[in-house]
């Protein structure tokens, strides 16, 4: 049965997507943070990082008055009540693409959440290192972002962070193949067994937030998986050497409820 009850967190790094204004014209060899060129411009650190990110365009004004931004600390609970999260991925040809700020992977068949009975299709996984979300103040050498996307437009990411250990099977169609797609090129990542890119406990942390990208968009639903997966030395390398430091700062809560599933 392909299909893994798991409660994902909201989305980081969908905004590439969305936006479709981060692609680098430039990236083969070394896409660096500041590889987009043109009005959207914008990096992680220098004159276009993360604390100039709102007045680099009109559009980017999220990112500096905005109060719902991500990623944060998750370092407590609150009692809302939970909305189960239910992933019914598939093994699935895919392609990694290189957009100047991160790797994405997508997927040739379409894969999908659901979340408290909202229906969220999958647009792209992509990565950050080291992570971006924090636990109790606590860094991981990664974190993954698995964007999704609803018919009414809003979006859902899940968070998967990671940290060193054993080297990853499932996950090598995607590490081994980051290296080629620095080029800007479309590169097939043959057969991935999404479901197998998930840690055995789906259970997250929930909370409503923005875009960690520009222009920081909100409303996005968060759903950051408690239970980090292991990536080989090797692998995690492979990704720094891709994009390093591609990671927001955390950002004020705000009062915002961050709310413990455990499936
Ligand atoms: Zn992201």
Redesign the pocket.
């Known amino acids: 049965m392909t299909r893994k009850s798991l409660i994902v967190g909201s989305g980081?790094?969908?905004l590439a997507l969305v936006t479709g204004c981060s692609r680098s014209a430039a990236g083969a060899a070394a896409p660096s943070p500041s590889a987009s060129a043109g009005p959207h411009a914008w990096s992680y650190d220098g004159a276009e990082g993360p604390e100039h990110w709102g007045t680099l365009s009109s559009d980017f004004g999220s990112c500096s008055s905005g109060t719902a931004q991500s990623p944060i600390d998750v370092g407590g609970r609150s009692g809302l009540s939970p909305a189960p999260l239910a992933v019914d991925y598939s093994a699935s040809e895919g392609e990694i693409i290189d957009n100047g700020h991160?790797t994405e992977l997508r997927a040739l068949t379409a894969q999908g959440i659901t979340v408290g009975g909202k229906e969220y299709a999958f647009k792209q996984m992509?990565f950050?290192a080291p992570s971006?979300h924090t636990l109790g103040g606590v860094r991981h050498e990664a974190e993954f972002?698995f964007v999704h996307q609803a018919d009414d437009g809003g979006l859902a990411?899940v968070g998967i962070l990671a940290r060193v250990g054993a080297t990853n099977a499932p996950w090598a169609p995607f590490t081994d193949g980051v290296p080629a797609a620095a080029d800007g090129q479309k590169v097939p990542a043959g057969v991935v067994d999404f479901p197998a890119l998930f840690p055995a406990s789906l259970d997250h942390f929930a909370y409503d937030g923005s875009l960690?990208?520009p222009p920081c968009s909100e409303g996005v639903r968060w759903l950051l998986l408690e239970t980090p997966i292991e990536l080989g030395a090797g692998q995690l390398a492979t990704l720094r050497a891709a994009h390093a430091g591609n990671s927001r700062p955390v950002q004020p809560l705000n009062g915002r409820d961050v709310v413990a599933v455990d499936q």
Do not use: K
């Open positions: 980081l790094g969908l991160t992509h950050h971006e972002h990411v960690t990208t």
